[in-house]
T-cell receptor, first 113, second 113 residues
Framework: EAQVTQNPRYLITVTGKKLTVTCSQN?????MSWYRQDPGLGLRQIYY???????DKGDVPEGYKVSRKEKRNFPLILESPSPNQTSLYFC????????????FGPGTRLTVT | KQEVTQIPAALSVPEGENLVLNCSFT??????LQWFRQDPGKGLTSLLL?????REQTSGRLNASLDKSSGRSTLYIAASQPGDSATYLC????????????FGKGITLSVRP
């Protein structure tokens, strides 16, 4: 089944404790990105990647890192999480950039205390 | 900067009613527009994708139209059912190097039995 998977689905952590949210797709997509969803603010892009080893900032990149060492994986790293990073995070992928349909993962609900 | 607006924020209708959800965007330079469905606390399910060169797309009881010149899209739901209750989000894909999706804040639909 073609899908985007994320792990973990739920995570409660404390301020400053490094964490990684994994994202994997099995559709051989070149384009991947991360969004966060917050009440009243909607979904906003954090980082995106057009191909292996090619990443760039989205609208709200502060406090996040990403890497793209393999085509299928695009982990989101929070090196020192803070409470304002409490949010619902979504990974997305599409065949290429440039207007292809984007597929979303199931989401990761992160709480930072 | 692209802005996507969905009004009203919430809508309640009786079962069986045909309804129209509206979406407007400020910059007509888009690759495509996608309509998504989101159930509470869940991920995003893609409903319909309309490329910028297209006028409409249909899937079952759903029909989405796009008027790029006026910056508007509508999602038509025929014969609504309680199972259609969810939040409906529209998103436009920018024509820049980043295929960022700019999302509206969504319309929360409640279909009463």
């Amino acid at each position: 089944e073609a899908q985007v998977t994320q792990n973990p689905r739920y995570l409660i952590t404390v301020t400053g404790k490094k964490l990684t949210v994994t994202c994997s797709q099995n559709m051989n997509h070149e384009y991947m990105s991360w969004y966060r969803q917050d009440p009243g603010l909607g979904l906003r892009q954090i980082y995106y990647s057009m191909n292996v080893e090619v990443t760039d900032k989205g609208d709200v990149p502060e406090g996040y890192k990403v890497s793209r060492k393999e085509k299928r994986n695009f982990p989101l790293i929070l090196e020192s999480p803070s409470p304002n990073q409490t949010s619902l995070y979504f990974c997305a992928s599409s065949l290429f950039q440039g207007g292809y349909e984007q597929y979303f993962g199931p989401g990761t609900r992160l709480t930072v205390t | 900067k692209q802005e996507v607006t969905q009004i009203p924020a919430a809508l309640s209708v009786p079962e069986g009613e045909n309804l129209v959800l509206n979406c407007s965007f400020t910059d007509s330079a888009i690759y495509n527009l996608q309509w998504f469905r989101q159930d509470p606390g869940k991920g995003l399910t893609s409903l319909l994708l309309i490329q910028s060169s297209q006028r409409e797309q249909t899937s079952g009881r759903l029909n989405a139209s796009l008027d790029k010149s006026s910056g508007r899209s509508t999602l038509y739901i025929a014969a609504s059912q309680p199972g259609d209750s969810a939040t409906y989000l529209c998103a436009v894909s920018d024509t820049g190097a980043n295929s960022k999706l700019t999302f509206g804040k969504g319309i929360t639909l409640s279909v009463r039995p």
